[in-house]
């Protein structure tokens, strides 16, 4: 009985290996040629980090810098080269102001929003819950052509406004807190009331609080889905590299497969997934409990 | 108490938004798709259906709409499956799921279109792992395996894998050829997708109260497999609903690895709808076109999402 469970164990932990070996092959690829050198990435030779051989890179020499800054280790020019080439930090600043705002403002409109829905008695609140119904069907990115052509004709497209403003309303955010303020007791907010405090207060100072581990579940949802968006940024910022948001970065660095060097690209990308990732890796099961908050009902 | 009218001021915002944003957007596009309007024209004309029936008789928006139900029709179906089984084996191990549901859940959260630069050199014909650990392997284990020589209808002179092997090494250009670039888009899609429904799967599986299964048993419900039938798979019915239609409204929205990859190439076999949004509307400034596709793929997402409220309402049981 023992020896045919270790033996169940062990084919199923198989199957799984080389699942996970089939999920990580494009990560595998994508370190191992932002460490390697050119000539080990065309030949495929060097495993995971190839010989790290102290050697003299041209290309880095026809760009105009001393051949003594040009001649190190091939994992060391790769980044260097890659933050030489383009400004990444901008680009990653730009990741973070546009997600940044894009949650705030979404949590600006939908908390009190929500709360109204929740606690709040008034004339026509089921109508407007009914639209927040309705709008949840709405793929933001299938209505992305008629906002283009409202932003177009505000003149709006290539600035941070175009990037931030059609996400700024999220019915799925006043659809979960809405969810999550029916569970919070009337009688919290009755004593908040009585103690004198105006519905601003409530929902800012009692609500808010309370609605912590929803608002961090929701934050996660909402910076993910921004910072890896492509299709809407590719849509509104046509030329201006001063917004490029990461992903955008990510194409210009591709620029063709046969652009001169892979080394410093794939350096490039690696510099630009990796925030994610190790926030990922650091805070999984919050990152699960928010990406699949979708999943709640 | 409810005199006040801060209610105003706190729906007002999102109201406003929701109109502006959401709304009007659907009746814009409508609009624009009956006209010949395109952007940065003064005047524009009512032409009706016009943009209609090109959509729905030039080989193009044939070729799209084969290319998204194409897409749609494999990546649904198996990221689904793939979900489900990953997520029952994790739950019946006694060590390590943690460590393969981090890496599962890898690309659901590493930027796509990075995710699909690196797969463009891992498929890479000369540079990429793929084909040269195929290459590797001509005769060996591998060609049997992957050759399907272990098939017995499989002549092993004739597979595909001997017959690249005696070519000169003549291995699959995965993104550029017409045979495969739809395919190999659809792998880079279920492997990203599979993780998001396994966990979904995950939190669904725990949701069954253990004494279902020992009900089972005593039922006489003994092998795994008749176990699933009779418990898991009812239990897991609402879970795999919402599984079903979330990737499927993604999955319609496929975009940034056909951009980065194939660019709807080679001879339009991956050209999905979103990619030809783009490509009319702003790539080719043909807004009108453009606006038409949207009203056909919204009605798409309307459609499938009406279904799932339906059939929530009618079939699920709890």
Request: charged letters at 15%; hydrophobic letters at 50%.
């Amino acid at each position: 009985m023992q020896a045919k469970q270790y033996i169940g164990e062990s084919w199923k932990h198989g199957i799984l290996i080389i699942g996970a070996i089939l999920v990580l092959l494009p990560f595998y690829m994508m370190v191992s040629m932002s460490l390697k050198s050119q000539q080990e990435i065309q030949s495929i030779s060097g495993g995971l980090i190839g010989a790290q051989e102290v050697q003299t890179f041209p290309v880095c020499v026809k760009t105009g810098y001393s051949e003594e800054t040009c001649t190190t280790k091939p994992y060391i020019y790769n980044y260097w080269f890659a933050f030489e080439k383009a400004p990444i930090p901008r680009y990653l600043m730009n990741g973070v102001i546009v997600t940044l705002s894009i949650f705030i403002i979404q949590v600006l409109v939908a908390l009190p929003c929500a709360y109204a829905l929740a606690k709040l008695r008034f004339y026509g609140r089921e109508f407007v819950f009914s639209m927040v119904l309705f709008c949840l069907l709405i793929p933001v990115h299938g209505i992305a052509l008629p906002l283009y052509v409202m932003l177009a004709q505000a003149g709006l497209v290539d600035t941070y406004s175009a990037l931030i403003l059609p996400w700024t309303i999220s019915v799925f955010g006043i659809f979960l807190m809405r969810q999550f303020f029916m569970t919070v007791p009337d009688e919290l907010i009755d004593a908040a009331r009585m103690d004198g405090m105006g519905e601003y207060s409530i929902v800012w100072k009692v609500m808010l609080p309370t609605a912590i581990p929803a608002l961090l579940a929701f934050a996660i949802f909402s910076v993910v889905a921004h910072w890896n968006d492509y299709f809407w940024p590719r849509m509104v910022i046509t030329g201006n590299r001063d917004l490029f948001t990461p992903p955008l970065g990510i194409r210009e660095f591709r620029g063709g497969i046969d652009s001169d060097e892979f080394g410093p690209m794939m350096a490039s990308i690696v510099t630009v997934t990796v925030p994610l990732i190790v926030a990922f890796i650091i805070a999984q099961k919050r990152f699960i409990e928010g990406i699949t908050l979708t999943g709640m009902k | 108490m409810h005199n006040s009218k801060a209610h105003i001021w706190f729906i007002a915002p999102a109201i406003i938004l929701m109109i502006i944003i959401l709304i009007f957007p659907l009746f814009l596009a409508g609009g624009i798709s009956f006209t010949d309007y395109n952007l940065g024209n003064k005047s524009l004309e009512w032409i009706g259906l016009e943009n209609y029936e090109k959509m729905f008789s030039r080989k193009t928006y044939v070729k799209m709409i084969w290319a998204t139900a194409t897409y749609v029709i494999v990546v649904v179906p198996i990221s689904v499956v793939l979900g489900l089984c990953a997520a029952m084996l994790l739950n019946s191990l006694r060590f390590g799921a943690d460590i393969y549901k981090t890496i599962f859940f890898l690309p659901v959260m590493a930027t796509l279109l990075a995710m699909a630069i690196a797969w463009e050199f891992t498929l890479h014909p000369t540079l990429g792992i793929v084909n040269s650990f195929l290459a590797n392997g001509c005769g060996g284990v591998r060609e049997f395996i992957l050759g399907f020589h272990w098939l017995p209808w499989v002549d092993s002179q004739q597979s595909w894998y001997h017959v690249a092997c005696a070519n000169n090494m003549d291995f699959p250009y995965w993104l550029k050829q017409k045979n495969t670039a739809i395919w190999t888009i659809c792998f880079i899609g279920i492997w990203q997708a599979f993780g998001f429904n396994m966990v979904l799967y995950l939190a669904g599986l725990t949701g069954i109260p253990r004494e279902l299964y020992h009900a089972a048993e005593m039922d006489g419900a003994k092998s795994t497999w008749e176990q699933f039938k009779l418990v898991t798979w009812p239990m897991l019915g609402p879970t795999t609903l919402f599984v079903v239609t979330i990737t499927t409204i993604r999955t319609f929205q496929v975009f940034d690895t056909i951009e980065i990859l194939t660019k709807g190439g080679p001879s339009k076999t991956t050209y999905v709808m979103m990619y030809a949004i783009f490509e009319k509307a702003i790539q080719q400034n043909l807004t009108s076109i453009g606006a038409a596709i949207t009203v056909v793929f919204i009605g798409f997402i309307l459609i499938l999402t009406f279904f799932q409220r339906y059939i929530i309402e009618k079939r699920v049981h709890y």
